[in-house]
Each structure stands twice: as structure tokens, then as C-alpha cells.
């Protein structure tokens, strides 16, 4: 069975880093794309950042660029998402996804990542 | 950016009837398009790859068509469970997700 567990989050001051895991089991994690998505409360969902299989290649929505470094530890099957100069529009539940060809096939439960002061 | 538009955003109906999603893209986006399910308080769930290949584990009900810019995701015979926000999500150019519909019991 797929599991994507994340954790990490909590709350932190504008302009203050974190940086969030996700522990994947139950898949050969170093054969599929990764991603994390975020959803602010009662908001939809936006795309955060993706890594390729061997941690060579990433990509960001300008919304981030910049501040968040996604990266990844095949060894021990887990991905990370550093975010730094947090700001309070970063206020959010994100979700470490799996990418099959293009579309997420499987979620985390999500972690919640709160910026205020 | 592909702006990805939901209609409607809410669709109030009863347990048993079928309905129809809307999802239209700003831009032609091949059949780049892809349905999640989101019941309160839990994760996206994946219903339908590239606009209408099903998913294994979906139930057949949920089936979705279109191209270029104009996307449906449709409900044949509405349960209890399906009672939850749909978004659709483009994969054409980087990601981008609509803003979602909320289907809710009439």
C-alpha cells in the first residue's frame, strides 16, 4: 500500500524558515516524480514544486521561486521542502503527492504550516 | 498561465441524479486535463487521467470527456459519498488547478 507521510509543519514568524519531510513507503520511491501542493484554508489547491526521479531536475511556480527548494533522499525514500522568508499568504496545508506520467495519483494527509507573528 | 475555470462552483443536487462538471481552460490544452475528488478534511483523491481515462479503483460512474478548452467530468446516478468539492487540474503547461465545485445534497 502507497503511504506519503508528512510532518514538519507547525507554526512560524514571517520571514522565518521550515522545512518539511515526507516519508513514502509501499512504492519504488526513486522511480516516480514527487511534488508537494499546498491549500490555503477554505482555498483551492496550488501546485508547490516537483523533483524529478534522481533529484537533478525542479521546478517551482514563481509564487515560490526562489524561497522553496524541494529535494530529495532516495536512500531513504523520503522528500523534503525547504521554505524559506516564509510570508503569511504561505499559510497553508501541504501535501507531499506522488506524479504518475502527469497527473498526482497519490496524496499525503497533509500538514498544516502556519506564518504568522 | 493556464487559468483553468469551474462551473458552477456550487451544484446542489439529489442523491440518484446525474450531473455534469464543468471545466474550461484558458488556452487549448490537448486532453492535458485531470479530476480529484476532495471530501471534507481529507486528501485529493484521483478520479479521471487525461480527460477520460478511468482510474483503477473509481467507481464507473464517474467518467469524464472533452479536448482543447472544454472539459466535463460527469456523475452517473449521484450517492451520499460523492458529496464533495471536484477540481480539475491542467498538466499542459507546469500545473495549474481549477477553483473547484462543490457538489452538495439538494
Known amino acids: 500500500e502507497v503511504q506519503l507521510v508528512e510532518s514538519g509543519g507547525g507554526l512560524v514568524q514571517p520571514g522565518r524558515s521550515l522545512k518539511l519531510s515526507c516519508a513514502a513507503s509501499?512504492?519504488?520511491?526513486?522511480?516516480?516524480?514527487m511534488a508537494w501542493v499546498r491549500q490555503a484554508p477554505k482555498k483551492g489547491l496550488e501546485w508547490v514544486a516537483t523533483i524529478s526521479t534522481s533529484g537533478s531536475r525542479t521546478y517551482y511556480p514563481d509564487s515560490v521561486k526562489g524561497r522553496f527548494t524541494i529535494s530529495r533522499d532516495n536512500a531513504k525514500s523520503s522528500l523534503y521542502l525547504q521554505m524559506n522568508s516564509l510570508k503569511s499568504e504561505d499559510t497553508a496545508t501541504y501535501y507531499c503527492?506522488?506524479?504518475?506520467?502527469?497527473?498526482?495519483?497519490?496524496w499525503g494527509q497533509g500538514v498544516m504550516v502556519t506564518v504568522s507573528s | 498561465n493556464i487559468v483553468l475555470t469551474q462551473s458552477p462552483a456550487t451544484l446542489s443536487v439529489t442523491p440518484g441524479e446525474s450531473v455534469s462538471l464543468s471545466c474550461r481552460a484558458s488556452?487549448?490544452?490537448?486532453?492535458?486535463i485531470h479530476w480529484y475528488q476532495q471530501k471534507s478534511n481529507e486528501s485529493p483523491r484521483l478520479l479521471i487521467k487525461?480527460?477520460?481515462q478511468s482510474i483503477s479503483g473509481i467507481p464507473s460512474r464517474f467518467s469524464g470527456s472533452g479536448s482543447g478548452t472544454d472539459f466535463t467530468l460527469s456523475i452517473n446516478r449521484v450517492e451520499s459519498e460523492d458529496f464533495s468539492i471536484y477540481y480539475c487540474?491542467?498538466?499542459?503547461?507546469?500545473?495549474?488547478f481549477g477553483s473547484g465545485t462543490k457538489l452538495e445534497i439538494k
Open positions: 488556452q487549448s490544452i490537448s486532453t492535458s
Open positions: 509501499g512504492f519504488t520511491f526513486s522511480n516516480y516524480y
Open positions: 487540474q491542467q498538466s499542459y503547461s507546469s500545473f495549474t
Open positions: 487525461y480527460a477520460s
Open positions: 503527492a506522488r506524479r504518475t506520467e502527469a497527473p498526482f495519483d497519490y
